[in-house]
């Protein structure tokens, strides 16, 4: 068995790359935002994150999304699992895909079915609950993509050893 290096799996880049825009923005940016500001009616601009960044979060919120601004429990514990364990998953992921390592492909997997369940329950709540956006298409496509790749994950991790090939002499 031989890995197949990052360079013969184009098309594994673009799991990296969403690896890190989510580790280096959705997480630890766009969600921490909600553990640091629980109540974005009467709050103080935390330390982390900046305070543009926290603007454009509440910016986004107000124009498109109410659910994101209310942030009942539900949602919490998704913001919570998101910086708990999704954006560790995240800097593991990228190590992983990067030098072709398969040890990720059942943490991959439970990535994938958690994030789609998450996506699956928070659109839900967008497009039939309290706090339902009028503007569900554009909810729905700035969320797609957390539904999208972990399908395309839980393809790509069809195999025991997704990163390595059979070396015939």
Do not use: C
């Amino acid at each position: 068995m031989d890995h197949v290096p990052l360079r013969r799996r184009w098309y594994d880049a673009i799991f990296v790359a969403f690896f890190a825009v989510n580790v280096g923005f959705v997480t630890y940016i766009f969600d921490l935002e909600q553990i640091a500001i629980p109540d974005t009616t009467h709050f103080r601009y935390p330390i982390w994150p900046p305070r543009p960044l926290v603007n454009l979060v509440h910016w986004y919120g107000d124009k498109w999304d109410p659910l994101l601004m209310a942030r009942p429990p539900f949602w919490k514990m998704t913001i919570w699992i998101d910086v708990l364990f999704f954006g560790p998953f995240y800097v593991a992921a990228i190590v992983a895909f990067v030098r072709g390592r398969d040890w990720i492909r059942v943490p991959a997997l439970i990535w994938a079915g958690m994030m789609m369940s998450n996506v699956l329950i928070l659109l839900m709540e967008e497009k039939y609950g309290q706090w339902a956006t009028p503007h569900f298409p554009m909810v729905l496509a700035a969320n797609l993509a957390w539904f999208l790749l972990p399908l395309a994950m839980i393809w790509r991790m069809r195999h025991d050893r997704p990163f390595t090939r059979m070396v015939t002499t």
